[in-house]
């Protein structure tokens, strides 16, 4: 049985078990859970009161009656549910429920500060190092991130890249990687990324690679991600978003601080990659100099480019 099917079995359990006992108040509101269960994470409180005609008190006894501390709890459990099925649509709709405050930036910005808050009060110091010391210590590392997640592999590896050797990007499941996981070393890690919804062959490359011997850290949501399931070690970051746009400012926060933290286990020998980085993109001529930019303003003031996007009037 699928996670989501069982989730949702257990959510309509839980229902049904108590539904004899509830007050006809009470019961509207299970009946509007068992008619459109999804509806319920694209409301408040208020609203689905309302919707009900019942006062918020009853809701909040409700969630109780099911067995949670109260209202917040109960969002908490359907939020690890929904987020596994959540259409685009679905997440767009959602958005004209965040109650107006500012303007569309404004909202983007305290949902990233809400985000960073939690992060900073779910995971401890402890958590980050016991990560970064099974990274600093694998022999090969496999950054795996697919679709959303692809941004924030593509990120993490390239900056640890930057500190070691042997570390391997992939974004699209390719046959390199399956080949690599069937004849890695015990000593090898694949570290896997992904948030709402997951990817299907993202999970099915953790099982091939359970079946390989390969330890794997995942990055994911919630205890009832796929990805926690399958993972030998693994870090929550929760994902409050406001709209079908994945919210990752957090994200790149946490795997920036895990760098640095690896950074620190041997900072000589990071500082040795980092040097041979530096020396590496200055043989390629990688990046622009100062020199480099003031050619540039010079032909944009007096090139063609100039004259293509600002032709000059004609003269009498």
Not at 17 to 23: A, D, I
Not at 197 to 215: F, Q, S
Not at 220 to 231: F, G, Q
């Amino acid at each position: 049985m699928k996670m989501t099917e069982s989730a949702k079995k257990d959510l309509f359990e839980k229902i049904v078990r108590v539904y004899p006992t509830l007050s006809p108040k009470k019961r509207r509101v299970a009946d509007l859970i068992m008619r459109d269960y999804k509806k319920i994470f694209l409301m408040t409180a208020k609203e689905i009161a309302q919707e009900c005609q019942v006062s918020e008190p009853t809701i909040i006894r409700f969630a109780s009656d099911l067995g949670f501390s109260g209202y917040a709890e109960f969002l908490q459990y359907m939020k690890g549910l929904l987020h596994t099925e959540l259409t685009s649509v679905e997440r767009l709709r959602k958005t004209r429920h965040v109650p107006d405050g500012g303007t569309t930036l404004m909202k983007y910005c305290r949902n990233a500060m809400r985000n960073l808050e939690n992060l900073m009060n779910s995971i401890s110091e402890k958590d980050l190092k016991k990560i970064a010391k099974s990274i600093y210590k694998a022999e090969s590392v496999y950054v795996v991130g697919y679709r959303a997640s692809a941004t924030l592999a593509q990120h993490f590896g390239y900056l640890l890249k930057k500190i070691r050797e042997n570390v391997f990007i992939d974004t699209d499941l390719s046959w390199q990687l399956i080949d690599s996981l069937n004849t890695a070393r015990k000593s090898t890690l694949l570290l896997v990324i992904a948030f709402p919804r997951y990817p299907r062959r993202t999970i099915e490359l953790m099982k091939y690679a359970k079946k390989c011997g390969v330890k794997i850290i995942g990055l994911s949501d919630n205890p009832r991600s796929p990805v926690v399931t399958l993972a030998d070690q693994y870090v929550m970051i929760d994902v409050e978003g406001v709209s079908f746009i994945d919210p990752f400012a957090h994200i790149i926060a946490f795997l920036g601080a895990l760098v640095h933290e690896i950074t620190f286990l041997d900072n000589s020998k990071a500082m040795a990659g980092l040097s041979h980085f530096d020396q590496g993109v200055k043989m390629a001529n990688e990046f622009y100099t100062d020199e480099d930019i003031e050619e540039t303003l010079e032909y944009r003031l007096e090139g063609p480019y100039v004259t293509s996007l600002w032709p000059q009037k004609d003269k009498d």
